[in-house]
Structure formats: C-alpha cells, structure tokens
C-alpha cells in the first residue's frame, strides 16, 4: 500500500470502532514490566471525554499549577497563571471531545494543588498515549517577548532561558523517577530505553504541533526548546509542557485570556493532536 493510501487509511481510522492502543490487559502488563508498577484502580480519576470506544488513543490535557501554587501573575489585571491554563486545558478538551475521534481527559477540572510526579502519574494511570502540559509565561524584564513556546525533556536545557523556565516550574515538586521492581539494573535500562524513546516521540509531536497549529495562533521563532522538566519525565509517555503566550505581554495577555483565543488554541491543538495519532498509525501499519 502506498503512504498516501496509507495515511488516508489512517485517517479514516479515527472514526468510530478503530482500536490503536493494545487490550487494557496488554497495556497493563507492558507498564508492569517495564516501570514494575501494579496496577490500579482508576475510579478515583478524572471522567475520560470524547471517543466512547475505551481502545481509542488517549491525550491528557494537564492544566499546569493550581491551588496554592499560582504560577505567574500577570501584571495586567493580577490574574493567575493556574486560572487560565484551566481555562485552555478546558477549552482544548472541549475542542477534541466534540470531534469524537480520539480520548481526552484532564489532571485536573477545579482550581486545587497537584504535585508534579502526580500530574504524568495521572496520566500514566490512565493509560494516556499523548501528554500536554498547559501553562503560560512570563518575562517581567522583556515586555516584548511574545507567542507560544513547545518544551520538550532534556536533561540539558537548549539556552538559559529554558533552564530557568525548568528551576521555575519544577519547585512544585521533587524528581524523583518510576518505582523500580527488585532487578533494579535491568528496569533502568527499559525505563531508559522507553524515555529515549518518547523524547524522540516528544520532539516529533513539537514540530506537528507548530505545522498544525500556526494558522490559528502565534508561535515565538525559537518555538521548540528542551529542559529537564519534572512534569514531561514519564518514561512512556510523549509529553510537551506547551506555553500559550506570555502574560507579561499585553497583547498575548488579552489573546489568551479571550474566548477567541482560547478556542483558537484549542482548534490548533485538535488538528496536532489528531495528525499525530494517524501519523502513529501510518508508523503502525508500515
């Protein structure tokens, strides 16, 4: 079959009845394997929206900060970060729940704390097949900087820029890595195998998103940066810690605070994210 054909095919396979992800049972035994951790009960997490089929891909929208943890504070108006990446990470799931080819769920859906490792612990319970962090920046010394940044995991921060992003952001909480079974040794390698493997996953989902997504909203030149952010490090997950704009800049303040723009971003974001999971099948069937 030719990519074209095949590419097509996978589109159509986002409509009802398509199975991308492995049985529940096969998913469980995979994790346990490889980040030797049992399985769970999963009746304490948040409602899963969208594709009613349980086998369809699933994307977790992870509105960063909460609670007593405000994130910047715009000095336009006070306003909290925690407040409007709830509102986009709502938005977004809004966006891909309506169009009912893949899952979507959230770490959260009301303004309360959630520690760092907890967020892709969700998301890893779960079973989540994409993970998007959603937050927005702040620049007090430079009211010019503007649009949208991509992250990605690194353990070398791309500039110092993303390095103080990553002090930043990773105060609310402590790294710490998978629970490890009793052959240590051999689960770091798969656990380093797997995280090799969705930065690499990461990294392509970054450039998707800003293909998919420039037409609806603004993205900074240098839109794809690397730092070791706590929040992306489950192993076997694709994670991005995506920042909406800059609430230091009054006009990306206004655009993302807007209902206009917030549905922008979560159309942008719907078109990413549904170009991945074909794009993983075409990768499936070659």
Same mark, same amino acid.
């Given at each position: 079959?030719?990519?074209?054909?095949?590419?097509?095919?996978?589109?159509?396979?986002?409509?009802?009845?398509? +199975?991308?992800? =492995?049985?529940?049972?096969?998913?469980?035994? %995979? !994790? @346990?394997? &490889? *980040?030797?951790?049992?399985? $769970? #009960?999963?009746?304490?997490?948040?409602?899963?929206?969208?594709?009613?089929?349980?086998?369809?891909?699933?994307?977790?929208?992870?509105?960063?900060?909460?609670?007593?943890?405000?994130? +910047?504070?715009? =000095?336009?108006?006070?306003?909290?970060?925690? %407040? !409007? @990446?709830? &509102? *986009?990470?709502?938005?977004? $799931? #809004?966006?891909?729940?309506?169009?009912?080819?893949?899952?979507?769920?959230?770490?959260?859906?009301?303004?309360?704390?959630?520690?760092?490792?907890?967020?892709?612990?969700?998301?890893?319970?779960?079973?989540?097949?994409?993970?998007?962090?959603?937050?927005?920046?702040?620049?007090?010394?430079?009211?010019?900087?503007?649009?949208?940044?991509?992250?990605?995991?690194?353990?070398?921060?791309?500039?110092?820029?993303?390095?103080?992003?990553?002090?930043?952001?990773?105060?609310?909480?402590?790294?710490?890595?998978?629970?490890?079974?009793?052959?240590?040794?051999?689960?770091?390698?798969?656990?380093?195998?797997?995280?090799?493997?969705?930065?690499?996953?990461?990294?392509?989902?970054?450039?998707?998103?800003?293909?998919?997504?420039?037409?609806?909203?603004?993205?900074?030149?240098?839109?794809?940066?690397?730092?070791?952010?706590?929040?992306?490090?489950?192993?076997?997950?694709?994670?991005?810690?995506?920042?909406?704009?800059?609430?230091?800049?009054?006009?990306?303040?206004?655009?993302?605070?807007?209902?206009?723009?917030?549905?922008?971003?979560?159309?942008?974001?719907?078109?990413?994210?549904?170009?991945?999971?074909?794009?993983?099948?075409?990768?499936?069937?070659?």
């Amino acid at each position: 079959m030719g990519f074209l054909a095949v590419l097509l095919s996978a589109l159509i396979s986002l409509a009802p009845g398509f +199975a991308l992800r =492995p049985t529940p049972e096969a998913a469980d035994a %995979d !994790v @346990t394997i &490889a *980040l030797g951790g049992p399985a $769970r #009960d999963n009746s304490d997490l948040a409602p899963v929206a969208g594709a009613l089929d349980p086998e369809r891909p699933l994307v977790v929208i992870d509105a960063g900060h909460g609670g007593e943890d405000p994130g +910047a504070t715009s =000095p336009f108006g006070g306003r909290y970060e925690k %407040d !409007v @990446t709830l &509102a *986009l990470a709502r938005a977004i $799931r #809004d966006e891909v729940a309506a169009s009912a080819r893949v899952r979507v769920a959230l770490t959260r859906d009301d303004d309360k704390y959630i520690d760092l490792r907890d967020r892709y612990t969700i998301a890893r319970r779960l079973g989540a097949d994409l993970f998007i962090s959603v937050h927005a920046d702040a620049a007090p010394k430079n009211d010019a900087a503007h649009g949208a940044t991509i992250y990605t995991l690194s353990e070398v921060a791309s500039d110092r820029e993303a390095a103080l992003l990553a002090a930043r952001e990773n105060r609310s909480g402590l790294v710490e890595g998978a629970d490890l079974g009793a052959n240590a040794g051999v689960d770091r390698i798969l656990i380093d195998l797997a995280q090799r493997e969705s930065m690499n996953r990461s990294a392509d989902f970054a450039q998707l998103l800003k293909r998919e997504a420039s037409p609806f909203f603004p993205f900074r030149p240098d839109y794809h940066r690397f730092a070791s952010l706590i929040v992306l490090k489950a192993p076997d997950i694709p994670s991005i810690l995506f920042e909406s704009g800059y609430l230091t800049n009054a006009r990306d303040n206004a655009y993302i605070h807007s209902a206009e723009g917030q549905k922008q971003i979560a159309t942008g974001m719907r078109r990413a994210i549904e170009a991945h999971f074909a794009k993983e099948i075409v990768a499936s069937q070659s």
